[in-house]
C-alpha cells in the first residue's frame, strides 16, 4: 500500500504541480499523519521538496533535514540496524556515539549490560542512554561532551568537543552519515564530520550504520576514507561494484531472514 502511495503522490504531483496533505489524505483515505510520513520519505529520496501543507517537485538542496523530521524516515530500518550495533557492546567497553537518527536507537535496544562507559555529542542518546541505566537495562556512566549546541540536530560540537574526544581510547565509535560511496563516507555539516572522524581515529574499531537510502550518495562534507571503516551495518548487501576496502559488511535483513528460517 504504501509503493501505492508514493506512486500515486509523485503521479499527482506532475499532473497539478503541488499537492495538498488534506486532499492526498481523502482521495487514499488514509490519516494525513500518514500522507506526512510519505511525503517526508519521498522527500528524503529527493522525489519531492514538502512546502507548508503539501509538497511540490523536487527542489535540489544541500542543507540537512531537521533532526525531528529524519527521526520519521526509515523507522524500522534504523532500529534494526541499532539492534545489531546494540549486540556488539561487551560488558566492559567505552563507546562513542556521534549524532544520528540511527545511532540514537541503539541505546534502546541494550538489554543487561555492565559497567559500560558511553560518550556522544548527541543530547537525545545522552537521554536515552541515562534511561537504559534507570531501567537497569545498562551499569555504566553517560559522558556528554562539551560544545555548542546545535538545536536543529540536537549535538554538540566545536573545537571543545575534539580536544575532550582526544583524551579518549574508545573500545568502538559508532557512526551515522548522510551518505557513503564505495570511496568514503560523507556528513552535512563540517564540524559534525570532524567530531564523528575524532571518535573513530580514538577507536579501536568504527562502526557505520546506515540505510540503504544513503548508499552511492554524497553530501557536503568528507567523515573519512571508507578504508578506515571496521564495520558497516545496513539494511542490504553491499553494492556489487564496490571493491573490498577491508572492512566487514553486515546485512540485518539477511541476518533476519537466518533467524525467521531457523
Known amino acids: 500500500m504504501k509503493d501505492e502511495r508514493h506512486a500515486y503522490i509523485l503521479e499527482q504531483l506532475e499532473k497539478r504541480g503541488k499537492v495538498m496533505v488534506t486532499a492526498l489524505a481523502n482521495e487514499q483515505f488514509v490519516t494525513p499523519e500518514t500522507i506526512r510520513r510519505d511525503l517526508a520519505e519521498l522527500e528524503m529520496n529527493d522525489l519531492l521538496t514538502r512546502v507548508h501543507g503539501g509538497a511540490v517537485p523536487y527542489i535540489p538542496s544541500q542543507k540537512e533535514m531537521v533532526y525531528e523530521k529524519k527521526m520519521l524516515l526509515h523507522l524500522d530500518e534504523k532500529k534494526r540496524l541499532a539492534k545489531q550495533a546494540a549486540a556488539m557492546i561487551q560488558n566492559g567497553d567505552t563507546i562513542a556515539v556521534d549524532v544520528g537518527s540511527t545511532t540514537v536507537h541503539i541505546a534502546d535496544m541494550i538489554e543487561n549490560l555492565q559497567f559500560v562507559t558511553v560518550v556522544t555529542n548527541s543530547l537525545s542518546a545522552a537521554s536515552r542512554f541515562n534511561l537504559a541505566i534507570e531501567e537497569q537495562r545498562l551499569t555504566g556512566q553517560v559522558i556528554m561532551l562539551p560544545g555548542t549546541t546545535n538545536p536543529y540536530q540536537a549535538s554538540v560540537k566545536g573545537s571543545y568537543t575534539i580536544e575532550f574526544l582526544q583524551r579518549f581510547n574508545f573500545n568502538r565509535s559508532f557512526l551515522s552519515c548522510g551518505g557513503v560511496t564505495e570511496e568514503a563516507v560523507y556528513d552535512f555539516d563540517m564540524e559534525e564530520s570532524l567530531v564523528s572522524e575524532a571518535m573513530m581515529e580514538c577507536s579501536q574499531e568504527a562502526i557505520l550504520l546506515t540505510d540503504s537510502s544513503k548508499l552511492n550518495k554524497k553530501s557536503v562534507f568528507e567523515i573519512c576514507p ?25 546485512n540485518v535483513n539477511a541476518t533476519l531472514k537466518r533467524e525467521v528460517f531457523n
Open 226 to 250: 571508507i578504508s578506515k571503516l571496521s564495520t558497516i551495518i545496513s539494511d542490504q548487501e553491499k553494492p556489487q561494484d564496490w571493491v573490498n576496502k577491508g572492512y566487514d559488511w553486515i
